[in-house]
């Protein structure tokens, strides 16, 4: 075989063998040395006297026996004989057919439903299998065959599960050597090809950190919270680590900086990004997950409810939305559940699958990764519950809850259960002059400078916070109700009534606290299930959403006094903002009743303000 061939032949494999990624585009310099390499291997391979080639003659002799491809059961690639194909996936994908085969004692039916199985969920996205019975390939629907002119099918009495792949080595003698590699050299490939893969999401990932970071450090440090925000963790890896690792990668500065002109007194701007790509990354680190599973307020909540609710769960079918760690899946399986479709469109689902994977529970959980808006009941028949996560800061932060409304909406079975199954939001006024000094009055003098330009923008952004107890000086008001089992998306954007009658006397309002709660209550439950995060109750990593108002804008402070009785009535409007449909826009208008103000001070009756939440 001359070098050329040889090499030609490793390239094919270099640049797609490994989940497609076309190394070549990828990292030219890194794919350039890497061909190099074997480029000596060749050479050296090709000068050895006892490597014995000759091919002259033979090119167009055409066999006498039938062209048979047998298909791998992982991927496109095609093979000359049954053995060779097996080992390639033995090799590659650490899957023993044979092994399986002898184990489980299958017959030759069994075995076809097996190879079935396999294609078909390997078209659904599936990659790691461990299968340890048969139950769960013993539907008869897959003896209907998923690949047409399957070969294996028709190969399956022929191979002998008492043999060890590991005798099939060098391809049997109807393969093609132009195609076919021996399993050795596959392996010092396989190896290769892993460190130039590992390298090169390295750059991809510490590049797109940067420019994540660059970006939003400059529009609005205040969007990530260093106790929820996985970025920040992210940022302090890569002032630890040597930018020699970016390797060749460069940064446009340009393409990340603010432009346009604004308002000195306007709120800074979020820069224009994707919405679900910015979600996605927040969500793909540990950091998150750990938090919320942390929250014990949250967490027991949900399992509380599941597991003191089991017969709701036994021999059902779950979907969990925006699985995450995978957690409320557990509990379902655990509960009882017959299969639960765990569904996350954020990189921490290939974690979760190792989770569930060394659980040996991925017989029951099923993930699926990706958009829930995209997928169909190919990928997730009907369910009999929908279970989610998706609250966010002041409920609604995230819009979550729109992919499980659709979720519901698309996979849940007639009479199904959602939970949670009610969500509602409540409001109270606050007097708090000791946190408006903190956040505010400390920008007049800060170590002798007067930087009091900074002090008009803590207005602007509904502030995630524990509000003290002492503080709220009225009764909170529920201004709304959301049945979790027939609310619908336009629902989720509102204008809604309030009335909030003052406690004790109030020198000034100081600003609104918004919290939420969600029950879980759906017909059959023996045991029903609240969560709040109410600030008279335990705290939560939600905490509550404080809208401090601004004495300058339209909104008042009523600062004349408000004696005890007197009622704060007005509206919320809840709206997702313009530049990023996650986030939302948080409206009150306010007015005081049931005490007499003097004509100097009628206008100051009403006020108005707008928060963003992000």
Request: aromatic share 10%; hydrophobic share 35%; proline share 4%.
């Amino acid at each position: 075989m001359s070098i050329e061939g040889a090499i030609n032949r490793r390239v094919a494999v270099c640049k797609t063998g490994a989940g497609g990624i076309d190394f070549e585009e990828a990292d030219p310099m890194m794919f350039k040395t890497l061909m190099e390499d074997l480029h000596d291997e060749v050479s050296s391979e090709d000068n050895d006297p006892t490597n014995i080639e000759d091919e002259q003659g033979w090119e167009d002799v055409e066999p006498d026996v039938e062209n048979i491809v047998y298909k791998s059961l992982f991927d496109d690639k095609d093979f000359q004989d049954v053995h060779s194909m097996l080992l390639y996936c033995l090799v590659t994908y650490q899957f023993d057919f044979l092994k399986i085969k002898a184990d489980l004692g299958l017959e030759f039916l069994e075995s076809v439903k097996l190879v079935n199985y396999i294609r078909a969920e390997v078209l659904r996205g599936t990659t790691i299998f461990e299968i340890t019975s048969k139950q769960v390939f013993e539907d008869d629907k897959y003896l209907q065959p998923v690949l047409e002119d399957d070969a294996l099918l028709f190969s399956l009495d022929d191979l002998d599960p008492a043999k060890d792949l590991s005798d099939f080595k060098q391809p049997s003698a109807n393969s093609n050597s132009e195609n076919q590699i021996p399993a050795d050299e596959m392996v010092n490939l396989r190896r290769k090809l892993q460190r130039t893969v590992d390298a090169v999401k390295d750059r991809f990932r510490y590049m797109r950190a940067h420019m994540k970071m660059r970006s939003s450090f400059q529009a609005d440090p205040d969007t990530y919270r260093s106790f929820s925000d996985p970025g920040i963790s992210v940022w302090s890896s890569l002032e630890r680590t040597s930018m020699s690792n970016l390797g060749n990668f460069s940064f446009n500065t340009d393409q990340v900086s603010l432009s346009g002109q604004r308002s000195l007194n306007a709120p800074l701007q979020s820069t224009r990004y994707d919405d679900d790509s910015h979600y996605k990354q927040a969500y793909a680190g540990i950091g998150i997950h750990e938090t919320m599973i942390k929250d014990t307020i949250r967490t027991n909540a949900y399992k509380d409810f599941i597991y003191n609710n089991a017969h709701l769960f036994k021999g059902k079918t779950v979907l969990d939305v925006g699985c995450g760690s995978g957690i409320l899946s557990l509990f379902c399986a655990k509960a009882g559940a017959k299969m639960v479709y765990a569904v996350d469109q954020s990189d921490i689902i290939y974690k979760a699958i190792e989770v569930v994977h060394d659980l040996k529970l991925s017989d029951i959980i099923k993930f699926r990764h990706g958009n829930i808006e995209n997928m169909t009941e190919q990928d997730i028949p009907k369910v009999d519950i929908v279970v989610s996560e998706w609250m966010g800061y002041a409920l609604l932060y995230e819009s979550m809850l729109d992919s499980v409304v659709l979720a519901r909406d698309k996979f849940l079975k007639p009479n199904g259960i959602v939970l949670p199954s009610h969500a509602s939001l409540f409001i109270a006024p606050v007097h708090d002059p000791q946190y408006h000094a903190q956040k505010v009055e400390f920008w007049y003098d800060v170590h002798g400078f007067d930087m009091s330009a900074m002090a008009k923008h803590a207005y602007f952004d509904a502030i995630v916070r524990t509000v003290d107890p002492p503080t709220i000086t009225g009764k909170e008001y529920k201004f709304l109700d959301l049945d979790l089992r027939t609310c619908r998306i336009k629902d989720l954007e509102f204008y809604a009534y309030y009335n909030c009658k003052l406690d004790v006397t109030t020198p000034a309002l100081s600003g609104f606290v918004v919290w939420f709660e969600v029950v879980f209550a759906p017909p059959g439950a023996s045991k029903p299930q609240t969560m709040t995060t109410s600030p008279f109750q335990p705290v939560t990593h939600w905490e509550q959403a404080y809208l401090m108002i601004d004495p300058e804008c339209k909104g008042k402070t009523l600062s004349g006094g408000l004696p005890v009785g007197t009622e704060l009535r007005g509206t919320v409007r809840y709206a997702k903002r313009e530049d990023n449909e996650r986030e939302v826009d948080i409206r009150v208008r306010w007015e005081a009743y049931g005490y007499e103000l003097g004509d100097e001070d009628e206008e100051e009756e009403v006020g108005e303000q707008e928060w963003a939440m992000r």
